[in-house]
């Protein structure tokens, strides 16, 4: 399959980059990358590598991790779960506003008694005005919501 955005919420995405990205791949690495290795110094959500990869298939391909997006990937059955139960309890409230202080602590009981995987990052995504980020959950919780 042949991705142009990352599946999840990434700060930095290179989707505006693909295209350029693969120009300068298709030139300058001759024979679908044959012998050669590429290494996504990158990071973050590997749409980089992945694209590589399709573009240059017998390439070895090298993504980095160091931020965990793929633990933040297997988890997304419990992402998807809490994105349905948060929507469920916006539905009736319009986006960029502040909240009621009641639905914001509905919003962080919700939260705080998940008993799934959190992705702070889809969370920051749907529950902060944009541009703000947090990097710790009670941050989140109790400074944000």
């Known amino acids: 399959m042949n991705y142009t955005q990352a599946p999840l919420p990434f700060t930095g995405q290179k989707r505006r980059f ?3 990205f693969k120009t300068l791949l298709k030139q300058q690495i001759p024979n679908d990358g044959d012998g050669w290795t590429i290494v996504d110094a990158f990071g973050g959500s590997g749409l980089l590598a992945h694209t590589a990869k399709q573009v240059l298939p017998k390439a070895r391909v090298i993504y980095n ?3 965990g997006y793929a633990e933040r990937l297997q988890n997304i059955n419990d992402t998807n779960q809490l994105r349905t139960i948060i929507a469920d309890l ?3 409230y319009p986006r960029n506003q502040k909240l009621p202080e009641t639905l914001k602590k509905t919003i962080q009981a919700t939260l705080q008694t998940f008993g799934g995987y959190i992705d702070l990052d889809c969370m920051a995504s749907w529950l902060l005005f944009r541009g703000r980020q947090t990097t710790d959950l009670n941050d989140l919780i109790y400074n944000h919501t």
Do not use: V
Request: charged share 20%; aromatic share 12%; net charge negative.
């Open 65 to 67: 991790d160091f931020d």
């Open 90 to 92: 916006l539905a009736h």
């Open 18 to 20: 693909l295209n350029h």
